[in-house]
């Protein structure tokens, strides 16, 4: 697997600039260019064009070593995806158990156009049984059980049977896992969590080495008119420059804490692919170079569980994650299948010590 180099990532504007120009990025905040005359390659409309964007997927191509689209949000990235690749009588086949607006968008919108839908728990995929289906989405690790599934054979055995891969990579981001270059046809991506990191915005992006499937999905962008905000594109693009040290430290100090909440009393199962006794634990190793920032800890019971996310000082109750801060949730409120006291918790950037004492103090007090 070869990793993105976030040092060239960091100077590939500074690399094309003429003598005057603004070393960091401009944020062009138009919907309108001068344009007399025939359009001739220029920028025609704000729907159509933003050079904001486009140097962001400059950056993001750059990360994917792939040509990418950004969309205003992970989901618009997902449904442009999707849409761009289904028709009525395709069908398709998704995880029961990964995150649960992909299964809405599928159940609730994609059904009614006649396509169909089948789910599959994330560890079943493994056993093959992709002949009949034109797309098949995949989510590894998923959120939020972590279960993990062999991204090169399903790849290649969804692709003998002719149809297509499209992965969420947003718990992994391009820095921990390159689903392109295991042979998946189409990444998808919530640049709101890691990407972005600061959750101050919501952003997606697609990804895809297949030309056709790429004339599709901005075909989709420019005529669904889900397109990015600038400022976002801005925001996104400045959080993307310190993305490798944020993730570095997040995983590093995550496996760190997995391996102490692993022996406190106060936890009855834990989930981290870094841990070696985890079920994850062998295709992360084969798979991704960092095992992540996301865990899950199953307390007690529900109020336990609240107790512990409402009360510790270095943990955010909040959805999402991928963030600055650490943050923690649990998962039965939104009706994921998972135990009352499952929380899936979000290692932010804090020094690692004072994580785990607030932490430890945190589960020593329930
Ligand atoms: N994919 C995964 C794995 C997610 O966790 C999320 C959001 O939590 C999304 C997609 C959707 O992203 P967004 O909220 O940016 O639309």
Redesign the pocket.
Same mark, same amino acid.
């Given at each position: 697997m070869t990793n993105p180099k976030t040092g060239e990532m960091l100077h590939l504007r500074g690399n094309a600039l003429s003598k005057g120009e603004p070393v960091a990025l401009p944020l062009t905040q138009s919907s309108m260019y001068h344009l007399p005359g025939a359009p001739d390659g220029h920028p025609t409309y704000g729907r159509v064009d933003n050079p904001t964007w486009v140097h962001l997927e400059h950056v993001l191509a750059h990360l994917e070593n792939a040509p990418c689209l950004t969309f205003p +949000? $992970?989901? $618009?990235a997902?449904s442009a995806a999707l849409f761009a690749t289904v028709k009525a009588g395709s069908r398709i086949l998704t995880p029961a158990d990964?995150?649960y607006?992909?299964r809405l968008l599928a159940d609730r919108f994609l059904s009614n156009l006649g396509v169909s839908v089948t789910k599959r728990p994330t560890t079943a995929f493994d056993h093959g049984g992709f002949e009949g289906f034109d797309v098949v989405f995949l989510?590894s690790p998923s959120?939020p059980g972590l279960d993990m599934m062999d991204l090169p054979a399903i790849a290649s055995a969804v692709r003998a049977a002719g149809g297509i891969t499209i992965a969420?990579n947003?718990?992994m981001t391009p820095l921990g896992q390159r689903p392109l270059d295991m042979g998946i046809d189409v990444v998808v991506a +919530?640049d709101?969590?890691a990407m972005g990191g600061h959750s101050d915005l919501?952003?997606?992006h697609v990804a895809s080495r297949d030309e056709k499937i790429m004339e599709r999905v901005e075909e989709w962008r420019r005529v669904s008119g889900a397109i990015p905000g600038p400022h976002e594109a801005w925001l996104l693009h400045r959080g993307l420059e310190t993305l490798d040290v944020r993730f570095d430290r997040m995983c590093s100090s995550a496996q760190v804490l997995a391996e102490r909440l692993a022996d406190h009393l106060a936890v009855k199962a834990i989930r981290y692919p870094g841990l070696r006794g985890d079920p994850s634990h062998a295709l992360a190793k084969a798979q991704t170079t960092r095992f992540g920032f996301l865990l899950s800890v199953t307390l007690d019971s529900e109020e336990k569980a609240e107790s512990f996310i409402n009360t510790c000082p270095l943990l955010r109750p909040a959805t999402?994650f991928g963030g600055v801060h650490s943050s923690a949730e649990r998962r039965a409120r939104w009706g994921d299948d998972v135990d009352p006291g499952f929380v899936r918790l979000s290692v932010g950037c804090e020094p690692v010590e004072e994580l785990w004492q607030a932490f430890e103090a945190s589960l020593d007090a329930l």
């Open positions: +949000s $992970g989901m $618009g997902i990964g995150y607006v992909t989510e959120n969420d947003t718990t +919530s709101t969590k919501l952003m997606g999402s």
